[in-house]
């Protein structure tokens, strides 16, 4: 309340707040392993050092993609995306972005530009058909500040921060307006299997058809197998090479190569390469995907920097022996002494061991009408309110076995 009150008025209070976060924010010295770098030099080389082997390529060998199909852009595409920028387009980005972000080394905002448009409209139209001429950035338009934004209280390592570049105002106006023209064109080119970032596509999708093939395995009693890769970094480790290799695969115009990364969407067309490989291997038998029905199945879900693998589980001969043996081994083996071996537990109608069944199983054993009037109340009491199963499961027992009900003889 009182920075509400207070807080954009030239008072003590606000000169205060702005001294403390002045110095939460400093960044006075960082952790290397075992030694502490101190010092504003020292802390500028070690994170310099840092972010350039963080992108340099540490593999030469890589997967050959030659013999894998992907969708290609159209010529009439293309052209679309080699159109002469118009200053509709780029004034659409500059009124469509917030104002009041932190400016670049170039020290203006978004507002500056929306207040003196019509004095500077000329010169940024003369920048942006000049980049369209040429495909060339002046080292000025690239040059960014990087701010590190810590994401912990008293953080000492540098991934305790998150890296920020604050570029000019000028390198977002041509992202922006070559991220728009790409996301009209991207769907094309990105298979079904990728999920984010492309219109009428939901990344909940992903997350939904994983839980939904999760719980179909599970009515099934399928085998399933569920391989989780999250690229780290995903975003700032793209290699330029491949890239390069994926864009001239899809068609894309050469001029669009020279452009921003537009991290986003150029980080889609890279893991379309992970998607063409899982199709190759599906398509040759090496991998089989998971069948929904005898038309649907299921091998890759891509969304953001995370994908799902998922595929079948056959039993190898080596697997089909062991089962055998096992099978074999526990026929032999007679845990009840006195009767003959059955089940406590036994599985609702699709063969899944609820909590319910549990329950069921209980009741048909024992004769309720022999307990006790409150702990018979104090049981359903237990299983009509929303208690998690874990208690459930355990506390039920507690309230047989204090009855003498013994209810662990098989």
């Excluded at 690239?142 to 540098?158: M, N, R």
């Excluded at 939901?202 to 197998?225: F, H, M, P, S, Y």
């Excluded at 379309?272 to 089989?288: Q, S």
Aim: glycine share 4%; with cysteine.
């Amino acid at each position: 309340m009182k920075w509400v009150k207070e807080g954009d008025s030239n008072s003590r209070y606000f000169h205060e707040s702005i001294k403390i976060r002045r110095r939460r924010n400093q960044l006075v010295a960082l952790k290397d392993g075992d030694r502490w770098v101190q010092g504003v030099e020292e802390v500028k080389d070690f994170v310099k050092n840092f972010f350039e082997n963080n992108v340099r390529e540490k593999w030469e060998n890589r997967p050959n993609l030659n013999r894998i199909t992907f969708q290609t852009l159209s010529e009439e595409d293309n052209i679309f995306l080699l159109a002469p920028f118009f200053i509709d387009e780029v004034r659409e980005v500059i009124w469509s972005s917030d104002g009041n972000k932190s400016p670049g080394p170039d020290s203006f905002n978004f507002n500056f530009l929306k207040v003196c448009w019509e004095i500077i409209k000329g010169d940024i139209m003369a920048y942006m058909l000049e980049f369209h001429k040429n495909a060339v950035l002046p080292k000025a338009i690239t040059t960014s500040f990087l701010a590190l934004i810590p994401k912990k209280d008293h953080p000492q390592v540098l991934s305790n921060y998150r890296p920020i570049c604050l570029v000019s105002s000028l390198y977002k106006i041509l992202s922006k307006v070559l991220a728009g023209r790409l996301k009209k064109v991207m769907g094309k080119l990105i298979s079904e299997v990728q999920l984010a970032f492309l219109p009428n596509r939901q990344i909940l999708d992903g997350v939904l058809i994983t839980n939904e093939l999760i719980d179909l395995a599970k009515r099934r009693k399928d085998k399933c197998l569920f391989f989780k890769v999250d690229f780290e970094r995903a975003y700032y480790t793209v290699n330029w090479n491949f890239l390069d290799y994926m864009l001239s695969r899809m068609e894309l115009a050469e001029g669009l190569r020279q452009g921003d990364p537009l991290s986003h969407f150029l980080f889609l067309i890279i893991a379309e390469g992970l998607a063409g490989l899982m199709r190759r291997a599906v398509d040759n038998g090496t991998f089989h995907g998971y069948k929904v029905s005898n038309d649907i199945s299921f091998h890759t879900l891509q969304f953001a920097n995370d994908t799902i693998i998922v595929g079948e589980v056959p039993l190898t001969e080596t697997e089909m022996t062991a089962e055998a043996e096992i099978r074999l081994l526990l026929e032999q083996v007679q845990l009840c002494r006195d009767s003959e071996d059955k089940r406590r537990w036994i599985p609702n109608k699709v063969g899944i061991f609820t909590v319910q069944s549990a329950y069921v199983a209980l009741q048909n054993k024992f004769n309720m009408a022999s307990i006790e009037p409150n702990t018979l109340t104090a049981l359903k009491r237990l299983w009509n309110n929303s208690v998690p199963s874990k208690v459930l499961i355990s506390a039920s027992p507690l309230g047989f076995d204090g009855l003498n009900i013994p209810t662990h003889d098989a």
